[in-house]
T-cell receptor, first 112, second 112 residues
């Protein structure tokens, strides 16, 4: 059974710092990996999708990498801002349209 | 936001009553999912659908049923609500071109 782990569970950093969020998964047979952002009391917003054949994806200040063989992904946030404060969730899919398996998230606080 | 709406957005109901949550999408996606989100457990799959009248169970399907009589609507029914079903319920779709999943705004259900 696929398990997804996100460490740390919570992280607090000063504004402007570059930071890395970690995601690991137990079964390397994934089709894709998706990073989401969730603000308190809100839904999930998709940030980045990495196909299993890709090594990384970038969107603005965000960069996600994937090392499928070692079962790891990282989300790099450059020059963090207070508006980046949210919970970040990692999820993997065994094949294209199968349901996602989620980690429990990392709660990020960026302090001004 | 992939044109996903959920109704109701908030509901309080009593133990033993039936409850139906609705997910509506406007973009004709074939795959739709119901997840629940609980503190300490993260997001878990309840049921999903891969077409009209085609559904399958997820990790936490006990006590829930689903129906999909047309492409745009996916209904989740709690036949007899229990306090353990107090949760936030999210609907999602999978985009056919990229398999990226997009989520609705959620329904907060409280069973008293």
């Amino acid at each position: 059974k696929q398990e997804v782990t996100q460490i740390p569970a919570a992280l607090s950093v000063p504004e402007g710092e570059n930071l890395v969020l970690n995601c690991s998964f137990t079964d390397s047979a994934i089709y894709n990996l998706q990073w989401f952002r969730q603000d308190p009391g809100k839904g999930l917003t998709s940030l980045l999708l990495i196909q299993s054949s890709q090594r990384e994806q970038t969107s603005g200040r965000l960069n996600a990498s994937l090392d499928k063989s070692s079962g790891r992904s990282t989300l790099y946030i450059a020059a963090s801002q207070p508006g980046d404060s949210a919970t970040y969730l990692c999820a993997v899919s065994p094949s294209g349209n199968t349901p996602l398996v989620f980690g429990k998230g990392t709660r990020l606080s960026v302090i001004a | 936001d992939a044109g996903i709406t959920q109704s109701p957005r908030h509901k309080v109901t009593e133990t033993g009553t039936p409850v139906t949550l609705r997910c509506h999408q406007t973009e004709n996606h074939r795959y739709m999912y119901w997840y629940r989100q609980d503190p300490g457990h993260g997001l878990r799959l309840i049921h999903y659908s891969y077409g009209v009248k085609d559904t399958d169970k997820g990790e936490v399907s006990d006590g829930y049923s689903v129906s999909r009589s047309k492409t745009e609507d996916f209904l989740l029914t709690l036949e007899s609500a229990t306090s353990s079903q107090t949760s936030v319920y999210f609907c999602a779709i999978s985009a056919m071109s990229s398999y990226e999943q997009y989520f609705g705004p959620g329904t907060r259900l409280t069973v008293t």
